[in-house]
């Protein structure tokens, strides 16, 4: 076996792949990962795929994909290679075997013939009674302090019927340890059922082989959610049964609705690969799931944090105990705070590729020279950092930008012309084309002081300006978008468009 210096900490993430990878077990990614990067450890990512009805072909490597994206790469995994491998429980199935017959031998296990219909008719009768379900130790040995006797158990075993291997819970003992983020937790051994170990397949089940696997994989804390807390007993249990010390455990808060409900299992809400699909930044994301639990310290009301801040400042005493909201309008109010602070160089570059995929859907012969320079993008961002909640909306949003209108908002249209709008806009065509300079503030000079001998308002051209020359009835300060689509375009959409609103407004 490996030699790892005692005290070093290695964490591990060991998620069942079923295909998605849910937030709540990025949370659990990340915050494994943190502690061990903070504490100079190991973090490792382990695939527990023993419910083999529940697997997805190319789960485990999507899993780990995702994990990069948001910057979580592990020291070890079935991708990463690493010491303690194989990664994948699948791959580990003799090492289980080995282990349980150990356990039988020593008589902490048991086999267990009891068919699944005898199963849920003792359940069912126990819940009658007002019991909680467990097994009725129909085939606990006589030797164990059960009454079934040993020679009916050869018997079976040498018919070959299928079995299954249990633990076998002590009577009456107290099963305590203490929790990192919970405290002293303690269990009454009565509570706890004869846990399936080796299922009838040949498989372990997850708590026989995560067991197994912490042990050998020198796993010095585990954590994870609250939900595993209860197969605590059981899996303390088995650390005393084969004279393992455990590894410290912390674990998480729930993950709540804001109506404080158990989080939705609706995939489409709650699966990270559809977060980056519909736009939100890895750091926004891990800054959010981050914040599901955990915070820096009574009275620090921040909020942003990078991944490298995170390595720095996290500390498992700082994680709570009380359920944790998931709160959707808080990531989106996070990735407005990415895109107000990211460096303008890195957003052009985003913009730039959006806008690549973007023609070629289009496939349009236009001159794309101007709106592919780094300057002009870099005006669209300025003008509509504030305006946008992520990055693709700078296209979607203000499409305008880069491509001539080709239809006008029809609502707009018919709110804001008037009978002698088109000539008086025809007017002020020719004074825009005698105005060499095209900047925002000598733009409201020009258009001020062209309206005033004509008794309008500045409103009276505003909105039909910005309509011809952008499609819509909304959008950043005119007289800036005008200085940034620039002379040439502005003349061209509006001449363009005034006579294609004709037909709307005659
Ligand atoms: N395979 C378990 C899961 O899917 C892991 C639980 C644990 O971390 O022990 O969440």
């Given at each position: 076996?490996?030699?790892?210096?005692?005290?070093?900490?290695?964490?591990?993430?060991?998620?069942?792949?079923?295909?998605y990878l849910?937030?709540?077990?990025?949370?659990?990614?990340?915050?494994?990962?943190?502690?061990?990067?903070?504490?100079?450890?190991?973090?490792?990512?382990?695939?527990?795929?023993?419910?083999?009805?529940?697997?997805?072909?190319g789960?485990?490597k999507s899993?780990?994909e995702t994990l990069a994206v948001t910057g979580?790469?592990?020291?070890?995994?079935?991708?990463?290679?690493?010491?303690?491998?194989?990664?994948?429980?699948?791959?580990?199935?003799?090492?289980?075997?080995?282990?349980?017959?150990?356990?039988?031998?020593?008589?902490?296990?048991?086999?267990?013939?009891?068919?699944?219909?005898?199963?849920?008719?003792?359940?069912?009768?126990?819940?009658?009674?007002?019991?909680?379900?467990?097994?009725?130790?129909?085939?606990?040995?006589?030797?164990?302090?059960?009454?079934?006797?040993?020679?009916?158990?050869?018997?079976?075993?040498?018919?070959?019927?299928?079995?299954?291997?249990?633990?076998?819970?002590?009577?009456?003992?107290?099963?305590?340890?203490?929790?990192?983020?919970?405290?002293?937790?303690?269990?009454?051994?009565?509570?706890?059922?004869?846990?399936?170990?080796?299922?009838?397949?040949?498989?372990?089940?997850?708590?026989?082989?995560?067991?197994?696997?912490?042990?050998?994989?020198?796993?010095?804390?585990?954590?994870?959610?609250?939900?595993?807390?209860?197969?605590?007993?059981?899996?303390?249990?088995?650390?005393?049964?084969?004279?393992?010390?455990?590894?410290?455990?912390?674990?998480?808060?729930?993950?709540?609705?804001?109506?404080?409900?158990?989080?939705?299992?609706?995939?489409g809400?709650?699966a990270v690969e559809d977060f980056i699909r519909k736009g939100y930044s890895h750091e926004a994301i891990i800054?959010?799931?981050?914040?599901?639990?955990?915070?820096?310290?009574?009275?620090?009301?921040?909020?942003?944090?990078?991944?490298?801040?995170?390595?720095?400042?996290?500390?498992?005493?700082?994680?709570?105990?009380?359920?944790?909201?998931?709160?959707?309008?808080?990531l989106g109010?996070l990735e407005k705070?990415y895109i107000k602070a990211r460096p303008l160089e890195a957003i052009v570059k985003k913009i730039k590729s959006l806008l690549r995929d973007e023609l070629e859907k289009k496939s349009t012969d236009m001159d794309t020279g101007r709106i592919s320079s780094d300057e002009y993008l870099g005006q669209v961002v300025e003008l509509m950092r504030e305006r946008v909640s992520f990055e693709h909306e700078f296209i979607t949003f203000s499409s305008y930008f880069f491509f001539d209108p080709q239809e006008?908002e029809?609502?707009?249209?018919?709110?804001?012309?008037?009978?002698?709008?088109?000539?008086?806009?025809?007017?002020?065509?020719?004074?825009?084309?005698?105005?060499?300079?095209?900047?925002?503030?000598?733009?409201?000079?020009?258009?001020?002081?062209?309206?005033?001998?004509?008794?309008?308002?500045?409103?009276?051209?505003?909105?039909?300006?910005?309509?011809?020359t952008s499609g819509v009835?909304f959008g950043p300060?005119?007289?800036?978008m005008?200085?940034v689509l620039g002379?040439?375009a502005?003349?061209r959409r509006?001449?363009?468009?005034?006579?294609?609103?004709?037909?709307?407004?005659?």
């Amino acid at each position: 076996m490996q030699t790892t210096p005692v005290n070093r900490v290695r964490t591990r993430f060991a998620p069942s792949p079923t295909g998605y990878l849910h937030v709540g077990g990025l949370r659990t990614a990340l915050y494994n990962y943190l502690y061990a990067k903070k504490m100079n450890g190991d973090f490792i990512v382990r695939i527990e795929d023993t419910d083999q009805a529940r697997k997805v072909e190319g789960a485990e490597k999507s899993l780990l994909e995702t994990l990069a994206v948001t910057g979580i790469v592990p020291d070890e995994s079935f991708m990463h290679g690493g010491n303690f491998g194989p990664y994948i429980q699948s791959e580990r199935l003799e090492t289980y075997m080995q282990f349980c017959r150990q356990l039988l031998e020593e008589k902490n296990a048991y086999y267990c013939f009891s068919t699944a219909e005898e199963l849920e008719e003792n359940r069912k009768l126990q819940m009658k009674q007002g019991m909680q379900p467990k097994y009725n130790r129909k085939w606990l040995p006589e030797e164990m302090g059960g009454t079934m006797p040993e020679s009916e158990i050869r018997k079976k075993l040498e018919a070959g019927l299928p079995y299954v291997v249990r633990m076998r819970v002590p009577d009456y003992i107290s099963i305590m340890f203490e929790d990192m983020v919970r405290g002293p937790v303690e269990f009454d051994s009565a509570t706890v059922d004869d846990q399936v170990l080796m299922k009838s397949d040949g498989f372990p089940t997850y708590h026989f082989a995560s067991v197994i696997d912490d042990h050998l994989m020198e796993i010095s804390h585990v954590i994870r959610g609250e939900e595993w807390l209860s197969s605590m007993p059981k899996h303390l249990l088995l650390y005393e049964f084969f004279g393992w010390e455990p590894p410290k455990a912390a674990h998480l808060p729930l993950l709540l609705n804001p109506d404080r409900s158990k989080l939705s299992k609706r995939q489409g809400d709650v699966a990270v690969e559809d977060f980056i699909r519909k736009g939100y930044s890895h750091e926004a994301i891990i800054n959010f799931v981050a914040l599901l639990g955990w915070n820096e310290g009574e009275g620090s009301e921040r909020e942003v944090y990078s991944l490298d801040e995170l390595k720095e400042k996290f500390t498992i005493e700082r994680v709570g105990k009380a359920g944790a909201v998931f709160n959707v309008e808080k990531l989106g109010w996070l990735e407005k705070q990415y895109i107000k602070a990211r460096p303008l160089e890195a957003i052009v570059k985003k913009i730039k590729s959006l806008l690549r995929d973007e023609l070629e859907k289009k496939s349009t012969d236009m001159d794309t020279g101007r709106i592919s320079s780094d300057e002009y993008l870099g005006q669209v961002v300025e003008l509509m950092r504030e305006r946008v909640s992520f990055e693709h909306e700078f296209i979607t949003f203000s499409s305008y930008f880069f491509f001539d209108p080709q239809e006008y908002e029809e609502k707009a249209v018919q709110k804001r012309w008037a009978s002698d709008t088109n000539s008086v806009l025809g007017e002020f065509i020719g004074v825009l084309e005698d105005t060499s300079d095209f900047s925002a503030d000598n733009l409201e000079t020009v258009l001020k002081d062209f309206v005033a001998p004509r008794e309008k308002k500045p409103a009276f051209l505003i909105h039909p300006l910005r309509i011809l020359t952008s499609g819509v009835g909304f959008g950043p300060s005119l007289y800036h978008m005008l200085e940034v689509l620039g002379k040439e375009a502005v003349i061209r959409r509006l001449r363009k468009g005034i006579e294609r609103v004709d037909g709307v407004t005659s």
